[in-house]
């Protein structure tokens, strides 16, 4: 599988949108409360939907998403990482629908090539962001263990969440306005619930920053393993 | 002084169990009435005590069905071979849920509410289909229930649009709409299965083999056998007998699977001149009692991972309930995202 440079920024975007939608999949048959079984997979819906736009501007969605190998996946390594509870699912979604949220209203005011997908999703992606937010008040501001779980999720996933703003060939976005922008929304959303914002580094070579250049983490491997499992099985057929 | 009030007292409760007789007596004659007129019964008319109880069960088990109903097809969404696939998938998937919390809307009409259905689903005192302790072996098995398991269920219910309980009735209008998409999306899974590789073909049709059988059972008991038929169908919350739906099922099923290309796995399917239906084989009750006992491939599995959701979510509702309570003065729209917590509920 070969993709042209062209095709950086239709992969980098839509890659976080299929693994985000595959992490938020594994939900279903597990979620806390039966409206929540809804909401995940409404807003894992969204995202598969935005992801194979994506990836068809770049090429065939499925070989896309089926044939490619790990280090070829352009996605954040935020987006990969595994669901944890319902306060780590939480978490990643605040982080990223937060990002999604600053990026689309930015591409859906241009007129580059990603505009009219981002006009459409800029809505689904407000829904997104708005559901995180009511989840984090909830928990950093419900009872002391959730208030304690929501803290070390938020902890945790910190150190994924610069590699949004790195600027991505093809994204004609200001980054820098973006990070500032997303630093102040997510420390007003902490700050209602109750919670601090994490000190730790944003970045580090060794752990985030290289998902956009095909360098994951080690349970993105096994994620990607049962989703082209059956797929791969079959070279050829169609479904 | 007191012996009069005694007098008067005992007198009253008479004359009170009297009236209440003669009341309840009036309201069975406005309540049959209205059954017998084809009327809705809604949920602040009277109705006997036994009707409320048959209902809340048969909706319960129904909401039940389609909670546990999620598990075995949620199992490939992570492995559906393709993205549109995989999109066709989540949406059944999340719309059953959307069932499920209908279905529990109208059971709570009736005076009970979803925690306490939920609660006897996870200690075993309410049941869900059968068809849903089965497991999910291959990917065709995802077209074989949607094609046959939804294609049982839809004959089920189509009737129920017209139960005499109102909430149920409507309840099922919108279920069955989607259900119907549902059948078609399994019918087209098979379909492209069957037409595909040898491989993806033989994947169609031992899907079809194992679940033919299990769907045939959906429909519960023969009726010599149904404890609940003949007074659900006076009541008109049933319309047709278990194996009149049964019949009806089978003859639909047979041209469907043979335009699939696939067949039924039963040596005495077979056309009746005669009756102008089809013969068919005899279904092994033994395995439906076991199924239902408790013993079936997934009875465990099935139960045991709702009940770790539930257990597992429990600190998540709770939060939720707290937060409720410290934000009374809020939105609509905070209340709302609480769901399901015992702070939100009247």
Known sequence: ???????????????DALVLSHRLGEWAGHAPVLEEEVALANIALDLLGQARVLLSLAGDEDELAYLREERAFRNLQLVEQP?????????RQLYFSTYQRLLYAQLAAGDGEFAPLAAKAVKEVAYHQDHAEQWTL??????????????????????????????VEGVDVDGEAMRAAWLESVTDVLGRATLSVPDGPRSGAWTAGAGRQGVHTESFGRMLAEMQHLHRSHPGASW | MATAAAHHTARTQADEAAEEAARTAAYEAVFDAAVAADDRIEPRDWMPDAYRSTLVRQIAQHAHSEIIGMQPEANWITRAPSLRRKAILMAKVQDE??????????????????EELLDKLHSGRQKYSSIFNYPTLTWADVGAIGWLV??????????????????????MVRVCKEESFHQRQGYELLLALSRGTAEQH????????????????????????????????????KRHSNDELRQ?????????????????PDPDLVWNEERGQHDFGAIDWTEFREV????????EQRISQRRTAHEEGAWVREAAGVYAKKHTSGTGGAASAAGETGATRA
Not at chain 1, 1 to 15: E, H, I, K, S
Not at chain 2, 107 to 114: D, I, K, P, Q, Y
Not at chain 2, 155 to 164: I, K
Not at chain 2, 292 to 299: Q, S, T, Y
């Open chain 1, 1 to 15: 599988m070969t993709t042209t440079v062209n095709n950086t920024a239709a992969l980098a975007l839509g890659d």
């Open chain 1, 83 to 91: 669901n944890g509870d319902f306060a780590h699912t939480i978490a």
């Open chain 1, 138 to 167: 909830r928990l950093g501001d419900g009872t002391d263990v959730s208030h304690e779980r929501m803290d070390r999720a938020c902890r945790a996933l910190w150190r994924f969440t610069d590699e949004m703003f790195q600027p």
């Open chain 2, 97 to 114: 849920a959307g069932h499920g919390l209908y279905l529990y809307s109208a059971a709570e009409t009736l005076g009970t509410s979803r």
């Open chain 2, 150 to 171: 939804d294609g049982a269920a839809i004959t089920n219910q189509v009737p129920l649009c017209r139960c005499s309980y109102g909430p149920y009735a409507r309840a």
């Open chain 2, 202 to 237: 033989a994947m169609a049709q031992d899907a079809v083999d194992r679940w033919w059988w299990p769907s045939l059972m959906m429909f519960g008991p023969p009726d010599d056998e149904s404890s609940h038929s003949a007074q659900s169908m006076a009541w008109k919350i």
């Open chain 2, 248 to 264: 009806r099922f089978v003859d639909i099923c047979v041209p469907q699977a043979a335009s699939l290309g696939l067949t039924l």
């Open chain 2, 292 to 299: 239902l006992k408790g013993n079936g491939p997934c009875n």
